[in-house]
C-alpha cells in the first residue's frame, strides 16, 4: 500500500502553510474590505482589474454590490495584529467616480446589457466563487481529506451549488430554452445517475483505503515516536553503560535511572509529577538515587495533595535518604510511605552499619537540622532507631490537619 | 531433599541468570519459554515450586495458573516479574501465586522465597505488601464477608513492616512474635487477597495501572 505523507506542493503564493492559496481579504491596502484584492491575489491578477470589474458589474443593476457582500461574508480576512492601515481615500473616490459616470452613460443610451440573462451570469460567478474559496485546500488533498471537509463546511457548499444551480436555470429561462433544456437535463441526469450506479461500489472501496491509509498512518507515526523514545534514552543509556563498563556503580546508576525513566514513561501517563505526596516522594527517592548510586525501593500507600507542610516532610525524608545512601554503606535502602486520614508517615531503612545516635557531634547539621528539626518546626516528629551494626530507620509523622 | 524448581520465563537469558544465581538448596529441574511447554514440563517433572514469569506470550503467568491449578495440581507458585503494574501483581496472586517478588531480587533472596513457597507460606515483596494494604485500605464501603474482606490489625502491622523493607525475622523481633505467626499471618493476607470477591480489589488493580 502506497504510504506516502500528503506532500506540500511548492505554490508561489505567499501562504506558505496552505497547500493551495486561500481566498483571504488582505488588511493591508484594502480599499473597502479588501475583497477585491484577495480575489485578485487569488487569480494573480491586478486588484485594479477587479476593482473595475466590480465597478462595472455594479452599474449593472447593481450586481457587483451582491457579489461583493457575498465574497466578504464568506472569506476570512487575513490575521493582521497592530494598528489597521487608513484606506486610500482618494482611489476610493476615483472609482466611485467611474461608477457614477458609467451608470449615467447606460442611463442614456438604455444599453442592451440589460436583462435578466447578465443577473443569472453573475449569480452562477458569485455561487462559483464561494464554492471555489470553500474548496481550499480541497483540490490539493481531494483524495484524502475531502468527504471531511465538505460534511464540515457542507453549509456554504449548498448555499454555493444552490447560487450556480439558480443561475444556470435563470440563464435557460431568460433565454427561452428552458424547455429544450429539459430533455437534455433528463438525459444528464439519467447518465451521471447511471455512472453513479456503476462507480458506487469502487468509490466505496476508495474510502475505505483511504480510512485504512490514514489509520496506518498514525499507527506508524506512533511507532516513530517510540522508536524515537527508545533511541533517546534506552539506546542512550546502553551505549553510556558500554562505555563505562569498568565502573559498577555507575553502570549501576545508568541501569536504574533508565529503568526508571521507561517505567514511568509506560505506567505513567500523567504529567502531574509534584503535585502528590506519593509522586514527590519518588521523585526525591530518584534524585537521591542517581546521585548517590545507591538503589532506593519506593512504597506508597495512599496518596493525597503536597501541602508546604507535606513538602518539608518529603524534604526531611530526602535528607534520610541521602544521609542512608551516603554512611550506611547498605547496598539497598527502602522508603515507605504511607498516607492515612489523619497523618502521614514515612519510613526510610537501611540495613547498612548503623551509628550510635549520641555520638552525634552536634555540628552534624543532616540530622539535627534537615531531619530532626525541620520535622519539629512544621509540626511533625521524627523518631531515629539506630545502633551499630543493627542498620538505621528514620520514622517522619505529620499529621495533615493544621494544629 | 533439595526443592526442586522450574523456571517459567521467555527471556532465555533470564532463566541462565537465575539458574546461575540460585543456592545450592534448590536443584532446578527444568526451564520453560512460554505457556504450553510450561505446563507440559510442569505435568511431567512435578516440580515442588515454579518460579512464573507474569509476561509471556501466550496468555502470560496467568494463564499458566488458570490452567495447572484447574486440575487440582499442588504445585506452588512463584510469581517473578520486572512489571510493578498493580494489575499484574493482584491479577498473579489472585490466579493463585503463592508470592511475588520483582526480577532485581539477589539470588539469596529468591532462594529463601523459593523455600518459603515450597513449606506452603506466602511470599510478599515490599511493594505487594504496599498494594495490599492500599486495596483494603482504599474503600469505605463495608466488608460483604467480614472475615475476608478485611485485615486484622496484627495483618496490617505485618504488612506495614513488610513494606517497610523488614525481613520475617525482624517483623518477628519487632512485634515479639515468633517467625512462624509472622508467617500464619501472612498466608492469611494471601487467603483473603486469594478469596475476598469483593469488586472493589480488582478494580482498585486496574484503576491504579502504575507503581
Redesign the interface.
Known amino acids: 500500500m502506497p504510504d506516502k505523507p500528503p506532500t506540500q506542493p511548492p505554490t508561489a503564493s505567499q501562504a506558505a502553510d496552505a497547500p493551495y492559496p486561500r481566498l483571504r481579504r488582505p488588511v493591508e491596502g484594502r480599499l473597502i474590505a479588501g475583497v477585491a484584492q484577495g480575489v485578485a491575489e487569488q487569480l494573480r491578477l491586478d486588484p485594479v482589474v477587479l476593482r473595475l470589474a466590480f465597478v462595472l458589474l455594479t452599474v449593472v443593476q447593481g450586481v457587483g454590490v451582491v457579489a461583493y457582500a457575498a465574497l466578504w461574508m464568506f472569506t476570512p480576512s487575513v490575521p493582521h495584529t497592530g494598528p489597521k492601515p487608513a484606506r486610500d481615500w482618494a482611489q476610493l473616490t476615483a472609482y466611485a467616480a467611474i461608477g457614477m459616470a458609467l451608470t449615467a452613460l447606460t442611463m442614456l443610451t438604455v444599453g442592451t446589457l440589460r436583462g435578466f440573462g447578465t443577473w443569472a451570469i453573475a449569480v452562477v460567478g458569485i455561487g462559483g466563487l464561494v464554492l471555489w474559496q470553500q474548496a481550499d485546500s480541497l483540490r490539493q488533498r481531494w483524495v484524502s481529506g475531502a468527504v471531511r471537509k465538505v460534511r464540515s463546511s457542507w453549509l456554504r457548499t449548498a448555499f454555493g451549488l444552490l447560487l450556480v444551480v439558480v443561475g444556470a436555470i435563470g440563464f435557460l429561462a431568460a433565454s427561452g430554452e428552458l424547455a429544450a433544456a429539459q430533455t437534455g437535463l433528463m438525459f444528464t441526469g439519467v447518465v451521471v445517475g447511471g455512472i453513479a450506479v456503476i462507480a458506487a461500489p469502487w468509490i466505496t472501496v476508495l474510502v475505505k483505503e483511504l480510512q485504512d491509509e490514514r489509520r496506518e498512518r498514525i499507527r506508524q507515526e506512533e511507532r516513530a515516536e517510540l522508536a524515537a523514545h527508545v533511541h533517546d534514552s534506552v539506546l542512550h543509556t546502553l551505549t553510556l553503560i558500554q562505555r563505562n563498563a569498568h565502573d559498577p556503580r555507575e553502570v549501576l546508576r545508568l541501569a536504574r535511572a533508565q529503568e526508571r525513566e521507561l517505567r514511568n514513561w509506560l505506567y505513567q501517563p500523567r504529567a502531574d509529577a509534584d503535585r502528590t505526596v506519593a509522586a514527590a516522594v519518588k521523585r526525591v527517592a530518584a534524585e537521591v538515587e542517581d546521585e548517590h548510586g545507591v538503589p532506593i525501593e519506593v512504597v506508597c500507600v495512599g496518596d493525597a495533595d503536597l501541602t508546604p507542610r507535606l513538602n518539608a516532610l518529603v524534604q526531611a525524608a530526602r535528607q534520610a535518604m541521602v544521609n542512608a545512601a551516603k554512611y550506611s554503606e547498605a547496598s539497598v535502602v527502602s522508603v515507605y510511605a504511607e498516607v492515612e486520614p489523619e497523618e502521614v508517615t514515612v519510613f526510610v531503612r537501611d540495613r547498612g552499619k548503623g551509628f550510635d545516635l549520641d555520638a552525634v557531634p552536634p555540628d552534624r547539621m543532616g540530622i539535627r537540622e534537615s531531619i530532626i528539626g525541620r520535622m519539629e518546626r512544621n509540626g511533625g516528629a521524627a523518631r531515629i532507631r539506630t545502633a551499630p551494626g543493627e542498620g538505621t530507620e528514620v520514622t517522619l509523622t505529620m499529621k495533615r490537619e493544621e494544629p | 531433599m533439595t526443592t526442586r524448581v522450574l523456571i517459567v520465563d521467555d527471556h532465555r537469558l533470564f532463566r541462565a541468570g537465575v539458574r546461575a544465581e540460585l543456592g545450592p538448596e534448590v536443584e532446578v529441574v527444568g526451564e520453560a519459554g512460554d505457556v504450553d511447554s510450561a505446563v507440559r514440563a510442569i505435568e511431567e517433572l512435578k516440580p515442588d515450586v515454579v518460579l512464573l514469569d507474569v509476561h509471556m506470550p501466550g496468555g502470560g503467568g496467568q494463564e499458566v495458573l488458570r490452567r495447572v491449578l484447574g486440575k487440582g495440581s499442588p504445585v506452588r507458585f512463584l510469581a517473578l516479574s520486572v512489571s510493578?503494574?498493580a494489575e499484574d501483581v493482584i491479577g498473579v496472586i489472585r490466579a493463585g501465586a503463592r508470592g511475588y517478588v520483582t526480577k532485581?531480587i539477589g539470588g539469596k533472596e529468591l532462594t529463601d522465597a523459593i523455600l518459603r513457597v515450597a513449606d506452603g507460606d506466602a511470599v510478599f515483596s515490599?511493594?505487594l505488601?504496599?498494594f495490599v494494604?492500599?486495596a483494603f485500605?482504599?474503600t469505605q464501603a463495608p466488608p460483604i464477608d467480614p472475615e475476608l474482606d478485611s485485615l486484622t490489625q496484627r495483618e496490617r502491622e505485618v504488612l506495614?513492616l513488610i513494606?517497610?523493607?523488614?525481613a520475617y525475622k525482624e517483623i518477628a523481633k519487632e512485634l515479639f512474635i515468633s517467625v512462624k505467626t509472622v508467617e500464619t499471618h501472612v498466608s492469611s493476607v494471601l487467603r483473603k487477597l486469594q478469596l475476598s470477591n469483593r469488586h472493589e480489589l480488582s478494580r482498585w488493580a486496574t484503576a491504579r495501572?502504575?507503581?
Open positions: 510493578d503494574a532485581t515490599p511493594r505488601a504496599g494494604l492500599d485500605a482504599s506495614r513494606a517497610r523493607g523488614y495501572r502504575l507503581v
